[in-house]
């Protein structure tokens, strides 16, 4: 399938100008009704590789292909008329060589219409992000927690506490150094995202961090209540639709074996009615 053109869109340069600006407003979404309800209302939407376990049900992130992105991602695109979308690399997809990483972010771009890719890492991916960048492709890194190395990181655990905050900050400078236009931090203490919020001059974007960073990102199926799974402390529940949904659900089945629906408004005559519709 070819690119979408969205022309409104910003791009990676007009978020990178949003430095200290108004907080910047972002959320994930995996398919196209989720992209239409926030368009209006996000400056970027991440189709984020959390879709293997909010939509699919895997145990972490580590399971997502390169196949699994591109659907999402062009079903994302369709709903997307003034948000700029940005997706993430799967795990084991750009971590072997630059080459590599080439490769797949260009046909993640290619294939989607994404207008920027994300990938996670700070020091260790510095050049990875450099390469990408001075070839066309426009990079948000993740650092902080970064949920593709739960195996090496010992879990969901936040990051850059102490001795580590040196670590987070070399990661925060780093990247930015490589050319990313912005960054994402996950999971770290608020001193330290609001000290590297003030140190970097590229936007960073919060989830688990401080009301200080740049802009704000979150999984929209956890702050609306579809995922319930588990519920991270950064997660603010703005509405509970999963339990509304079950409620529908479980009404739905009983009318059917109650055999209370479907009633006369939703069957068909042998002769068409005014108020039918062909839908
Ligand atoms: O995959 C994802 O959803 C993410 C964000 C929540 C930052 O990486």
Redesign the pocket.
Known sequence: MSATARKKAPNAEDIRARKGGTPLVSL?AYTTPMAQLMDAHCDFV?V???VGMVLHGLSS?LGVTMEMMILHGQAVARGLNKAMMVI?MPFASYEESTEQAFRNAARLMAETGAGAV?LEGGVEMAETIRFLVNRGIPVLA?IGLT?QSINTLGGYKVQGRAENADAVVADARAVAKAGAFSV?F?KVPQVLADRITEEVDIPTIG?GASAGCDGQ???VEDMVGFFTAFKPKFVKRYAELGPLAEAAIAEYASDVRARAFPTDAHVFSEQPTTAETTA
Request: proline share 6%; no cysteine.
């Open positions: 994930t991440l984020g590789d959390s992130t993430d994300k993740h949920p994402v996950e989830i990102i979150l999984v």
